[in-house]
């Protein structure tokens, strides 16, 4: 027996243990109690195994505030947390490139679910932003550019926040995540992220298309309102 099958089998063994038959309750704990010590697993151990991650990649390498943002709007609307990872890898021509990845983490099925509402509404924004940037006049410069689509980005989000609120549960251990994550990254440290419109040529204007956008994002559950999220794009 591994030690996953082990920690899945206390774990039936103390849900057994919470049985009203008094018999019942004590051949679970009992069991569970031998199973931790056969394999070395704690109490901990088992309430972590319920903890889950799921990795997406990004839109960008530079984690813009629009980006940054939405990543928060969605981990905090599925009762998860999330992490920001970085590798680096060298080209043939010895270049080295940092592949960024979004992690979602959470009990159960929450990491799966939000990571597939960041694939469909990081696309729908960053599909969005690129079509802003395109609609600019001719003489804006590239930084001037950038600024603009971070600011209808922005807008975006802001825009689709209360279609994502309204469809998804908030339902967290915020004690097990933080204690999975300190165990998975234990040198994980805090950012700021990069907001290329401080300083630049936008207006409201960037920023009120981008919320307009984003209030009419495609996001529904589909039919049976207990199934999964069905996000279109």
């Known amino acids: 027996m591994t030690r996953d099958q082990?920690?899945?089998?206390?774990?039936?063994?103390?849900?057994?243990?919470?049985?009203?038959?008094p018999h019942e309750a004590a051949a679970g704990l009992r069991q569970a109690q031998k199973l931790m010590a056969e394999h070395a697993?704690?109490?901990?151990?088992?309430?972590?195994?319920?903890?889950?991650?799921?990795?997406?990649?990004?839109?960008?390498?530079?984690?813009?505030?629009?980006?940054?943002?939405l990543a928060h709007l969605i981990a905090t609307a599925f009762?998860?947390?999330?992490?920001?990872?970085?590798?680096?890898?060298?080209?043939?021509?010895?270049?080295?490139?940092?592949?960024?990845?979004?992690?979602?983490?959470?009990?159960?099925?929450?990491?799966?679910?939000?990571?597939?509402a960041w694939?469909?509404?990081?696309?729908?924004?960053?599909?969005?932003?690129?079509?802003?940037?395109?609609?600019q006049p001719a003489r804006c410069k590239p930084i001037t550019l950038t600024?603009?689509?971070?600011?209808y980005a922005s807008g975006w989000v802001m825009g689709v926040r209360g279609k994502v609120e309204q469809l998804a549960g908030t339902e967290r251990n915020d004690l097990l995540i933080e204690q999975y994550k300190a165990a998975r990254w234990p040198n994980a440290q805090k950012f700021d992220p990069k907001d290329c419109t401080v300083g630049r040529n936008v207006s409201h204007n960037d920023v009120h298309q981008g919320i307009q956008?984003?209030?009419?994002?495609?996001?529904?559950?589909?039919?049976?309102?207990?199934?999964?999220?069905e996000l279109l794009t």
């Open 119 to 135: 694939d469909i509404l990081s696309r729908q924004c960053a599909k969005g932003r690129l079509e802003h940037i395109r609609a």
């Open 6 to 21: 082990a920690i899945a089998k206390i774990k039936k063994c103390l849900a057994l243990a919470k049985s009203n038959n």
């Open 147 to 151: 600024a603009r689509g971070d600011a």
């Open 213 to 229: 956008a984003g209030l009419n994002a495609r996001l529904d559950r589909g039919v049976g309102s207990a199934g999964p999220l």
């Open 41 to 69: 697993v704690s109490d901990g151990d088992a309430l972590l195994s319920d903890v889950t991650e799921k990795a997406c990649t990004t839109r960008t390498k530079s984690h813009p505030v629009w980006e940054s943002r």
């Open 79 to 116: 009762g998860c947390s999330h992490i920001w990872t970085g590798e680096q890898r060298y080209l043939p021509s010895f270049r080295v490139v940092t592949d960024t990845s979004l992690i979602f983490v959470g009990l159960g099925s929450a990491p799966e679910v939000a990571g597939y």
